[in-house]
């Protein structure tokens, strides 16, 4: 690694983004470096194809150019940049209608679920990860955006701040996740 490539890696992305807005396009270019991969693995999570992932893609960093001068540093830009790509998101899910056709059973959302070991970290078995993410991928979608962020290290202050929901709700989803999760993992266990 080069010497740059150490200095560039230290640089807090607050200050990429203001060295960006005085002209400084190599600022963006390492900002997108450090976020492109993260950022398009959620999409193509949340979305399941990677046409509309790639548009949506193209869409949150536009849109992120767009609003660099309201960034703040108060939270992470992954966090941030996690915003906009879920507000796209959600805007086409609207537009698809699919956000009605997998409504959330929104029943017990005080329920607390701890952090715990991410047993997700820990997995080494290709079947067992494949089961994991078909069971994923059955979730409703903000129980599956709840998961698919955790995995990613957001906390659930930030995930219910993408989610433009209450910390217990961010919980609540969680908590539903994790037991279908766990059913769907024990049906195929035993099967």
């Not at 939270?75 to 699919?98: C, E, G, P």
């Not at 059973?105 to 701890?114: A, F, K, Q, S, W």
Request: hydrophobic share 40%; aromatic share 10%; charged share 30%.
């Amino acid at each position: 690694m080069s010497m740059e490539q150490k200095i560039s890696e230290q640089v807090a992305d607050g200050e990429l983004i203001r060295a960006y807005l005085s002209g400084d396009a190599e600022s963006f270019e390492i900002l997108y470096s450090r976020y492109r991969k993260p950022l398009y693995a959620f999409l193509n999570r949340l979305l399941e194809n990677s046409i509309v992932a790639d548009d949506l893609f193209q869409q949150t960093w536009l849109k992120a150019i767009r609003n660099f001068p309201a960034y703040e540093n108060k939270q992470k830009f992954f966090a941030w940049l996690s915003t906009i790509a879920h507000n796209l998101v959600m805007d086409y899910f609207r537009s698809q209608k699919r956000a009605a056709e997998q409504p959330l059973d929104e029943g017990v959302l005080n329920d607390r679920c701890t952090d715990g070991s991410e047993a997700w970290s820990q997995m080494n078995d290709e079947e067992f990860e494949t089961a994991f993410e078909n069971a994923v991928n059955e979730l409703p979608s903000e129980q599956k955006e709840v998961v698919i962020l955790r995995r990613d290290g957001l906390s659930f202050k930030e995930i219910a701040e993408i989610q433009k929901c209450p910390l217990n709700t961010a919980l609540g989803r969680m908590n539903y996740a994790l037991k279908s999760l766990r059913n769907s993992l024990r049906a195929w266990r035993d099967s």
